[in-house]
Nanobody, 125 residues
């Protein structure tokens, strides 16, 4: 059983930078592909970014490509989401997720076994 705890959310001005972290415990971290998803108020949860088990392959949603970057540090059992130039429309609760099913970056929520509790990111204009 993997436990995931996100941190780093908060209020940020548009154009500034923010880094989300997600620390994992209770499992073999390097055996999981990882992803970030988000859910804005009144909307469905959507894919943001994903990374393979080794970290050698990533995938980013078109809406964040070029601005957000997912990375992982297997020695620290932590996955990150670097958010550069955030926009007000990036305001959402951000969730990290772990998958024992994916080896490559997976974009479908159904493929993820474990989820964190989420961290709120609010981008002001």
């Amino acid at each position: 059983q993997v436990q995931l705890v996100e941190s780093g959310g908060g209020l940020v001005q548009a154009g500034a930078s923010l880094r989300l972290s997600c620390a994992a415990s209770g499992g073999a971290f390097s055996s999981y592909a990882l992803g970030w998803f988000r859910q804005a108020l009144g909307k469905e949860r959507e894919f943001v970014a994903a990374i393979s088990r080794s970290g050698g392959s990533t995938s980013h949603a078109d809406s964040v490509k070029g601005r957000f970057t997912i990375s992982r540090d297997n020695s620290r059992s932590t996955v990150y989401l670097q958010m550069n130039s955030p926009k007000p429309e990036d305001t959402a609760v951000y969730y990290c997720a772990a998958s024992s099913r994916y080896a490559v970056p997976g974009i479908r929520q159904e493929g993820y076994n474990y989820w964190g509790q989420g961290t709120q990111v609010t981008v002001s204009s």
